[in-house]
C-alpha cells in the first residue's frame, strides 16, 4: 500500500511538472498534439500506479521522451512553416464578409443547425447580421457582427518574418505588397515579427524586438 501511495505522489508531481510546462489549457482548448501527449500521459500514469511490480522508471522514461516530442513540436511549429500546416490546424472561415461558404461547412462537417446554434450561443439571432463566423483552431466558434465590427477582421500576412500564405491568399495581398510596406517602415519582411491587414487595407506592423531598439 505503502508503495502506491509512493509511486502515487511521484506520477502525480512529474504530470504536473510536465503539465505546467506544456502551458495552461482547458481540454476544448488543446490542438491534436497536445490532446494526444495528454492522452499517452494518463496511459502511462495509470501504467504506473497500478503495476507496482513494473520499475517506476518504464514510466517516468516515456513520460519525459513525450514532452520532449512535445516541446520540439511546438518550437518547430513556431520556426519552420511546414510543421505548422502538418502538426497545427488552422482557422476555418464559415461565414466571409456576409457570406456563407458552402463548401467549407461541409468539409467541416457542421450542419445549418449546429452553425445556427453556435450563433444563437454567441447572442446572434439572425445570420444576415454576421459578418464572420470562424471556427478557430481548438473547435469554438468566434462570430464578429456587421455593425460592431466595420473593419471587419484582421488577416495574418507575416509571421515572425515568414509570409503566411493563407492570410495573403485571403486578404488578396501579394508578396510585392508585404515588400511594399516593409520598405515603408524601414524594414525586410525578416525583421518583421507580426503584420496584418484588416477588410478596409489598414495595416497594423509590429517589428522583431531588436529591430525595434534600433
Known sequence: MLTVFVRSVIIYILLALILRMMGKRQVGEL?????????????????AIDDSEKPLLYSII?????????????????????????FEAKPSI???????????LARMRISLEELLGELRLKGVGCID?????????????????RDENPRGID???VIDGVLDSDGCK?????PAFIEKIAKKEGCRVK??????????KKTTIIKKEGENKK
Open 129 to 145: 447580421t454576421v459578418e464572420y463566423a470562424i471556427m478557430e483552431q481548438n473547435g469554438q466558434i468566434s462570430v464578429f457582427v
Open 191 to 200: 525583421d518583421i515579427f507580426l503584420l496584418t491587414v484588416d477588410d478596409r
Open 62 to 86: 516515456p513520460i519525459l521522451c513525450i514532452l520532449f516530442i512535445e516541446v520540439m513540436i511546438s518550437f518547430a511549429v513556431l520556426k519552420i512553416p511546414l510543421f505548422k500546416k502538418i
Open 170 to 174: 485571403e486578404a488578396s495581398c501579394t
Open 155 to 157: 488577416h495574418l500576412l
Open 31 to 47: 490542438e491534436i498534439t497536445e490532446l494526444v501527449a495528454a492522452l499517452l500521459l494518463s496511459e502511462l500514469a495509470a501504467m
Open 94 to 104: 464559415l461565414i466571409r464578409r456576409g457570406k456563407l461558404d458552402e463548401r467549407e
